[in-house]
């Protein structure tokens, strides 16, 4: 049962509001969009998880979990994809009854979180926003028609205490942090599609700031400027946050705690995603490690037993040992985690440059997008599209994929080159009632079954997936189809926009590591920071009409964000001028980096083989052996430490020449 501290049962549907006492009047339940609440002097308190089960068609998804959430915690809900994570937050807002077990939560606390859906109206952004604050929107309604001078006098001193005057430029301020300029609040919804839509409700929701607020991946309908804005606007929030998110960097800035969901059960973990990692390995090492000896105890028990349970002598110590089996509690080893990585299929080499821009206009129909384009991509590039919405990203993306053609100017393409394009709505454009296994034979028709099994099994898809309508799979099961579709043909430049969206982190870090090892170029648009900071290399800004290498580094990127206004055209940090390096330049000092690190790949593996020497005991008989292999080891270290020195300051030359 769903109930409140004192007892009462809350009901928390896709859009009941229920006002506590203490504010004056309660409201009727209604349906809207978005559910939210207003905190009404609610004392600090906890939510609370008890002993609860339930199960879906059979399949148990909580057995006996438990958990305690103080007020004012920010929590990030983190477990395998399928494991019950949305049905918890279900289960929270009353929308599902509970097979047993309690979930209480503070008195008179009220639920918030966005729906699934969010439709378009004839109202106003603003005033759509303005609207989920159903309190706010009563009284003033209200206002207009009360002619009793007590009732007057309490609806003026409830606007007062809920900062009613303020409402408007508190709903533009969060509209601007996710994308909404002021002529855009102006528009009507139904003007917006339903991602734009979707940002809408989830202002509504932080707008109305409810006790508990539960988020369920809201990043998927955010570039990475909504995505940053979100992080730090959660990290700020004034009550209790539940996120469900994938995203990395919002688990470690936004939340405090980590609520991990997993066999069926719920642990509390105090600090980020980080912290929790580490310390989630280390209590699976020492799970490991006590079930292992565990195992040892009973072999070596079961053993005494098998021996001597026949022998009068032995009858009573083979009973005892007995009675010490059957009181053992088992200690299970942790299973792996079920994870696949991603195979991308590796290009021939193509001589540079493989895309090469002069002058280039691009944009839709009469009006450029972007203008006067002087850009280069080699296939060993890996380059992130940084800029606000709306300042030509997907543009440019298109451009580079051959979705879009030039308005003017020219662009030359290796003439062998392959494009892989891998887009947010291309996963929606897949055949619903088609399996995988149909797309992939669509375009390898003359291949046999079990080689287009591998090529879905390589990313992820085995073989009850394969066989599945492409309509009754996860997000993440279809974006993993989509980026199989993308580079099976193994493309030179692969043009990734949000590629994360409904991957898990597993899926997400094995991204990573794929576009780590691809041997083609990778042009990037993602709000996942974590990813781009580990595969990027080179960082353009697209902004006011123009793309330019940024001249400065993520974080600085990540500050300026958090810093300018939105009619501010965005700037890096200042550096001293200084002269752009040439291409060839360029090139020659990426080969010296290259030359640097295989150096101290080539000690490191020296200093391996002499500490196996030094290690081994034979050594030590002859004194000129110990000085022999002594002062190899201290001159391959000494050579380590130049090698190293070297590498550095060649990545910091090449660093210095690519930003120019």
């Not at 821009?357 to 384009?373: F, I, N, Q």
């Not at 992939?440 to 099994?453: H, M, Q, T, W």
């Not at 974080?555 to 700037?571: C, F, G, H, T, V």
Request: charged fraction near 30%.
């Amino acid at each position: 049962m769903l109930k409140s501290r004192d007892g009462d049962r809350l009901t928390a549907e896709n859009s009941v509001t229920n006002l506590p006492p203490a504010c004056n009047r309660r409201l009727q339940s209604v349906r809207q969009p978005l559910t939210h609440t207003r905190r009404c002097g609610m004392a600090a308190d906890m939510l609370r998880i008890d002993d609860i089960s339930y199960s879906i068609a059979g399949r148990p998804l909580f057995e006996h979990a438990s958990a305690a959430i103080p007020s004012g915690h920010k929590v990030g809900l983190v477990g395998p994809n399928g494991t019950g994570k949305t049905t918890l937050f279900k289960l929270l807002r009353g929308e599902l009854a509970l097979d047993g077990g309690d979930i209480s939560l503070p008195s008179r606390a009220k639920i918030g979180g966005v729906a699934q859906e969010a439709p378009g109206t004839a109202r106003s952004v603003l005033d759509t926003v303005l609207d989920a604050d159903t309190e706010r929107a009563a009284l003033l309604a209200e206002s207009e028609t009360a002619t009793d001078p007590h009732r007057i006098a309490e609806i003026q001193t409830r606007l007062a205490d809920i900062d009613a005057w303020s409402a408007e430029a508190r709903a533009a301020t969060i509209l601007r942090g996710l994308g909404f300029s002021t002529e855009d609040q102006a528009r009507p919804t139904s003007d917006y599609s339903g991602g734009w839509r979707m940002r809408v409700a989830l202002a509504g929701v932080l707008f109305a700031q409810p006790d508990l607020l539960l988020l369920d991946e809201p990043t998927n309908y955010l570039d990475l400027e909504g995505a940053l804005w979100l992080e730090s606007y959660l990290a700020r929030y004034p009550h209790t946050v539940i996120v469900i998110s994938h995203d990395r960097d919002l688990l470690n800035r936004a939340v405090g705690h980590i609520l991990h969901l997993e066999d069926r059960k719920l642990v509390l973990y105090t600090g980020g995603y980080d912290t929790f990692a580490r310390t989630r390995a280390e209590k699976r090492a020492l799970q490991a490690s006590e079930a292992k000896k565990q195992e040892a105890r009973r072999a070596h028990l079961q053993s005494f037993v098998d021996r001597f349970r026949a022998k009068a002598s032995k009858a009573v110590q083979a009973q005892a040992r007995i009675k010490m089996l059957a009181k053992m509690e088992p200690i299970t080893a942790p299973e792996e985690a079920k994870f696949h990585r991603f195979t991308f299929p590796a290009p021939e080499q193509l001589s540079p440059p493989i895309i090469a821009m002069e002058d280039v206009s691009v944009g839709y129909g009469d009006r450029a997008v972007l203008r006067h384009l002087n850009l280069r991509i080699d296939q060993d590039d890996r380059i992130a599209l940084l800029g606000r919405n709306g300042q030509g990203k997907s543009t440019l993306s298109k451009l580079l994929a051959e979705r879009l053609a030039t308005m003017a100017g020219r662009i030359t393409r290796s003439s062998k080159l392959r494009v892989g394009y891998f887009a947010q709505h291309q996963v929606d454009e897949l055949e619903l009632d088609e399996t995988p296994l149909d797309h992939i034979r669509r375009l390898r028709p003359s291949e046999a079954p079990a080689k287009l099994r591998a090529r879905l099994a390589g990313f992820g898809l085995m073989e009850a997936q394969a066989t599945t309508k492409v309509g009754q799979l996860s997000g993440g099961q279809k974006a993993r189809l989509s980026l199989l579709i993308a580079t099976i043909d193994a493309p030179h430049l692969l043009v990734l926009d949000e590629p994360t969206n409904h991957l898990d982190i597993e899926s997400r870090e094995a991204l990573t590591e794929a576009l780590n090892d691809y041997t083609g170029a990778v042009v990037l648009v993602s709000h996942d920071m974590h990813l781009l900071s580990l595969v990027a290399e080179r960082l353009w800004l697209v902004d006011q009409g123009g793309v330019a290498p940024w001249q400065g580094d993520l974080d600085d990127y990540r500050a300026m964000l958090l810093s300018s206004s939105e009619d501010k055209p965005m700037r890096a940090p200042a550096k001293p001028a200084q002269k752009r390096a040439s291409r060839d330049e360029i090139l020659e000092l990426r080969a010296e980096a290259r030359r640097a690190e295989d150096r101290i790949t080539k000690l490191t593996e020296m200093l391996d083989k002499l500490g196996v020497k030094m290690a081994d005991p034979k050594v030590y008989d002859d004194p000129a052996e110990v000085e022999k292999w002594g002062r190899k080891h201290a001159e391959a270290t000494e050579a380590m430490t130049r090698a190293e020195s070297i590498w550095i300051k060649a990545l910091e030359r090449l660093e210095r020449a690519e930003r120019g």
